[in-house]
């Protein structure tokens, strides 16, 4: 059969495709299924955003699976992927996007995380201010990503959900607003996994977890909100009972003793 540790490369492989997609070719792998994507859009960021959370599972996860490197420093490489979205985001859009701020912010305590990590100058491995702030980012995610799908249900007002809404992204849109969404809850999966293996549980076992998650996450894509409906490439639609059972063995076969 197949080792257990192959299992969970794969994941991180097949994590990558979209890392690489989202980050690199963020419009054109989005023409590739119909769906056009305008320079400077919030589209764009959406998908880039998604490129970023899922560049960072990737990374991550395959070094700490391999153990080429301590865990601080798998999820600190993972966190290069977060620090690329984050300065090409107030580098490309502009000044007056509602994110601007706060994508400095989170781009200077990324920056300084992997700094201090990664050059080895801290006399300690630094665990908990890297579980600080994926705690941040996952709790941060978590809401926006649970108050969009609730408002779908509740409809209410913007000041009920966020008092200071962080950007409109119903602007573009329902697809838009609806990719936006969907990397919230890409970034829950990343930091999900960060968040486990700094908390002591074993690599390919947390792979196992975050396989479940990604599933539940597929299942709210494809079941509940429909998002294949939305896009006119058929051949899509046949991806979704594809990832099930992908996905499903993985998680089945890294849990299992």
């Known amino acids: ?9 794969l994941f991180s492989g097949l994590v990558s495709i979209d890392g690489i997609s989202g980050t690199l070719f963020p419009s054109a792998s989005c023409e590739l299924a119909g769906v056009k994507v305008p320079p400077k ?18 990374i991550s996860s395959f070094l700490a699976i391999t153990e080429k490197v301590s865990i601080e420093k798998a999820v600190a490489y993972g966190l290069i992927s977060r620090l690329f979205f984050l300065v090409r ?7 007056d996007m509602e994110q601007y701020i706060n994508f400095k912010i ?19 491995p630094l665990t908990v201010p890297l ?20 408002s779908k249900y509740f409809k209410p007002s913007k ?8 950007i409109d992204v119903t602007s573009e849109g329902e697809l838009t607003a609806q990719l936006w969404q969907f990397a919230h809850g890409y970034n829950v999966i990343s930091c999900f996994f960060q968040l486990l293996i700094l908390f002591g549980v074993a690599p390919v076992k947390a792979v196992g977890f975050t396989s479940i998650l990604l599933l539940a996450w597929f ?39």
């Not at 059969?1 to 490369?9: F, P, Q, S």
């Not at 959406?46 to 970023?52: F, L, T, Y």
């Not at 989170?106 to 300690?124: Q, R």
């Open 219 to 257: 299942l709210d894509v494809t079941l509940i909100k429909k998002a294949q409906n939305m896009i006119s490439i058929k051949w899509l639609k046949w991806v979704t009972p594809v990832v099930f059972p992908i996905f499903g063995a993985i998680a089945v076969g890294t849990l299992k003793k």
């Open 41 to 58: 859009s919030l589209r764009r960021l959406s998908i880039e955003a998604m490129g970023s959370a899922a560049g960072s599972l990737s």
């Open 159 to 166: 000041t009920e959900i966020n008092p200071r809404p962080i």
């Open 106 to 124: 989170k781009a200077l305590v990324c920056g300084i995380l992997i700094f201090a990590v990664l050059s080895g100058l801290s006399p300690s």
């Open 89 to 95: 985001g107030f580098l490309s859009y502009p000044a």
């Open 1 to 9: 059969g197949i080792a257990v540790i192959d299992l969970a490369k």
């Open 131 to 150: 579980q600080v702030f994926n705690l941040y980012l996952l709790f941060q995610s978590t809401r926006s990503y649970l108050l969009e799908s609730l």
